[in-house]
């Protein structure tokens, strides 16, 4: 693995996620990166219980849940994404696990531009 990669994981242990700065409890943990090395996935534990992350050098550990409402995705609400477990290689394309607002678990597909 690269350093610059590895450097990531060290830097996503000590940040706060979501526009709220939510403090994530416990350790994250990376699940995938982009092909550029520049995006990461994964979860953190807020006070919520586990939420599926972004994170980029620019802005940080971000929701996953609040970058969809952002963007006008209305349907994401309700839907607790509990992790983010693989991205694309030009990372814009996130898959994770959820559960859905009936309560079920799920598997998700987000496409962020």
């Not at 403090?23 to 939420?51: K, M, N, Y």
């Amino acid at each position: 693995m690269p350093l610059r990669r590895a450097g990531l994981w060290v830097i996503l242990l000590d940040i706060e996620s979501g526009p709220q700065r939510q403090p994530v409890h416990g350790r994250p943990g990376a699940f995938d990166v982009s092909a550029s090395g520049e995006t990461v996935v994964g979860f953190g534990t807020t006070a919520q219980g586990p939420e599926a992350f972004l994170w980029t050098a620019t802005r940080g550990m971000r929701r996953i849940l609040d970058l969809l409402l952002e963007m006008g995705v209305h349907e994401a609400r309700g839907w607790t994404l509990s992790e983010a477990t693989a991205i694309s290689a030009s990372g814009h394309v996130v898959i994770g696990n959820g559960t859905n607002p009936s309560g079920q678990r799920e598997g998700w597909m987000a496409v962020l531009r």
